[in-house]
């Protein structure tokens, strides 16, 4: 080979290779994005919730990552890649809830991870579960021991037939308990309805 087309050679060589480095480094400095945000009670005066789990997701792969918050309510996922995420919370005795949700168990919007920076100031809003509780009792007064109570939830919907008028479509069991030897129960954390 001539000398001029070994140094083309070698030139090329050593260009593709600072290429390849540099794209290594533009992945790297993409998945090093990171989601920051805070989870806060749906009161009037919202209030944070500490140690609450937060659950990112990705959308279309395996790999769930979660957290704790802190004090003040505060989490932090680093070295997010590229892609849409998914983002929930829950802690006992409150409903989980999905960011952007506009009411418990609805559904949530995706965040979008790209290169153009970290997704800051995200807001997450639990609202405290209901209870209901009570005792069951059979003919005679004496308590029932293993009776299983199922909270149902009215939901009212409406066909061309109705006129305008809506009529009860379904009762779905939101949840159940189970009495005990005093015939006592509590049902936890019951939506709004």
């Given at each position: 080979m001539r000398p001029t087309v070994t140094k083309h050679l070698v030139f090329v060589a050593a260009l593709w290779?600072?290429?390849l480095a540099t794209s290594r480094d533009v992945e790297s400095h993409r998945a090093a994005a990171a989601i920051r945000g805070v989870v806060v009670t749906a009161d009037e005066v919202p209030s944070p919730v500490a140690r609450a789990?937060?659950?990112?997701s990705p959308a279309k792969t395996q790999g769930a990552r979660s957290t704790l918050t802190d004090q003040g309510g505060a989490f932090s996922f680093g070295d997010v890649a590229a892609g849409q995420y998914t983002?929930?919370?829950?802690?006992?005795?409150?409903?989980?809830?999905?960011?952007?949700?506009?009411?418990?168990?609805g559904a949530g919007i995706p965040l979008v991870v790209n290169q153009t920076g970290d997704?800051?100031?995200?807001?997450?809003?639990?609202?405290?579960?209901?209870?209901?509780?009570?005792f069951i009792h059979?003919?005679?007064?004496?308590?029932?021991?293993?009776?299983?109570?199922?909270a149902l939830r009215w939901v009212f919907g409406s066909t061309p037939f109705d006129r305008g008028v809506r009529a009860l479509r379904a009762m779905p069991?939101?949840?159940?308990?189970?009495?005990?030897?005093?015939?006592?129960?509590?049902?936890?954390?019951?939506?709004?309805?």
């Open positions: 290779l600072a290429f789990m937060v659950t990112l983002l929930s919370a829950t802690k006992a005795g409150y409903l989980k809830g999905d960011y952007g949700a506009i009411r418990p168990g997704l800051t100031g995200l807001a997450l809003t639990l609202v405290r579960g209901a209870s209901i509780s009570g059979d003919q005679r007064g004496d308590p029932m021991a293993g009776a299983l109570v199922t069991g939101v949840r159940q308990a189970v009495s005990d030897a005093r015939g006592a129960y509590r049902i936890f954390d019951l939506p709004p309805g």
